[in-house]
Nanobody
Framework: QVQVVEPGGGLVQPGGSLRLSCAAS?????SYWIARYRQAPGHQRERVARISTSRTTYYTAYVKGRFTISRVNDKNTVYLPMTSLKVEETAVYYCNVVAAYSSRDYWGQGTQVPVPS
C-alpha cells in the first residue's frame, strides 16, 4: 500500500506564501502522475496542479503564475509553492498519486490551509 504524506499546511495571511509537500512511499515518484487538489468548505474538490512523469505541468487557470509544481526524484517528493494566497483559497489541500502503469491512485489525508480574512 502506497503511503502519501503531506506536510506543509498551516495558516497564512492574505497575500502570503506557503509551500506544500507531498511525499510518496514508492520506489520512484517519477513513475507517477502527481496532482494537488483542494476542497474549500461547501465546495467540491478541485484539481489545482499536476505534474506528469515527463514533468509536464498543468494548472487550473485561477492559480497560474502563482503556484508552481515541481518534483525532486531523489526525495520522492513533489512540492507546490503557493504565492499571493487569497482568502477564498482557504481549503484542505490533498495530494493524489497515480501510477502511470496501472492508473491506480492513492490519496493523502489532506492538510489544512486557512487564509483568514
Amino acid at each position: 500500500q502506497v503511503q502519501v504524506v503531506e506536510p506543509g499546511g498551516g495558516l497564512v495571511q492574505p497575500g502570503g506564501s506557503l509551500r506544500l509537500s507531498c511525499a510518496a512511499s514508492v520506489s520512484s515518484v517519477s513513475s507517477y502522475w502527481i496532482a494537488r487538489y483542494r476542497q474549500a468548505p461547501g465546495h467540491q474538490r478541485e484539481r489545482v496542479a499536476r505534474i506528469s512523469t515527463s514533468r509536464t505541468t498543468y494548472y487550473t487557470a485561477y492559480v497560474k503564475g502563482r503556484f508552481t509544481i515541481s518534483r525532486v526524484n531523489d526525495k520522492n517528493t513533489v512540492y507546490l509553492p503557493m504565492t499571493s494566497l487569497k482568502v477564498e483559497e482557504t481549503a484542505v489541500y490533498y495530494c493524489n498519486v497515480v501510477a502511470a502503469y496501472s492508473s491506480r491512485d492513492y490519496w493523502g489525508q489532506g492538510t489544512q490551509v486557512p487564509v483568514p480574512s
